[in-house]
């Protein structure tokens, strides 16, 4: 069955320090995979898509995550996060209608 | 542009209360869903739609209904709340193939949320 994981459930970063959300799936063939950030009280928000092509996406608000098949993972990353960056980081897998989600990082952001 | 519209953003119900959570796109979307929240919890998802008149259920359908007589709404009903339905509730919508001639690619469009309390 497909799956996704995000093996930390929350994260501390100094502000201005590099940043990198683990994420790992199972999935049988080319997944079309996600990275969505949720804030305190509010929706979720798109910040990538991988589909094909280029395994480095860029996504919104300075994130890139990579895919790589070999490790079955698809890490978001920023090289210096800002304290609006704290927030809620889900990563996802396509699969028939629907979407397979991680259970979720929390990002921590220390002044 | 409004997109996913949910409604209401909050409400407290008493234990067997019922309730519709209501929920419509403007982007004629045929994919519609419903996810909850539970704090500390990714998403879960209750129910989901294909097109109207098309529903089925999700991991976590019972204490659920929902119904898809039009592209743009999908309502989610609560018949007998309870506590465990304490919960924040998703409605999020994405596109099938056929728009601009892309695959469906799975992206999806949420609404901002319904907090739900059950007491």
């Known amino acids: 069955a497909q799956s996704v994981t995000q093996p930390d459930i929350h994260i501390t970063v100094s502000e201005g320090a590099s940043l990198e959300l683990r994420c790992n799936y199972s999935y049988g063939a080319t997944p079309y995979l996600f990275w969505y950030v949720q804030s305190p009280g509010q929706g979720l928000q798109l910040l990538l898509k991988?589909?094909?092509?280029d395994t480095l996406v860029q996504g919104i608000k300075g994130f890139e995550a990579e895919f790589k098949r070999s490790q079955s993972s698809f890490n978001l990353r920023k090289p210096s996060v800002h304290w609006s960056d704290a927030a809620e980081y889900f990563c996802a897998v396509k699969s028939n209608y629907q979407l397979i989600w991680g259970a979720g990082t929390k990002l921590i952001i220390k002044p | 542009n409004a997109g996913v519209t949910q409604t209401p953003k909050f409400r407290i119900l008493k234990i067997g209360q019922s309730m519709t959570l209501q929920c419509t796109q403007d982007?004629?979307?045929?994919?519609m869903y419903w996810y909850r929240q539970d704090p500390g919890m990714g998403l879960k998802l209750i129910y989901y739609s294909v097109g109207a008149g098309i529903t089925d259920k999700g991991e976590v359908p019972n204490g659920y209904n929902v119904s898809r007589s039009t592209t743009e709404d999908f309502p989610l009903r609560l018949e007998l709340a309870a506590p465990s339905q304490t919960s924040v509730y998703f409605c999020?919508?994405?596109?099938?193939?056929?728009?601009?001639?892309?695959?469906?690619?799975?992206?999806?469009?949420f609404g901002e949320g319904s907090r739900l309390t059950v007491l």
């Open positions: 991988y589909f094909s092509g």
């Open positions: 982007m004629n979307h045929n994919y």
């Open positions: 999020a919508s994405s596109s099938p193939s056929g728009t601009s001639g892309r695959r469906n690619t799975g992206e999806l469009f």
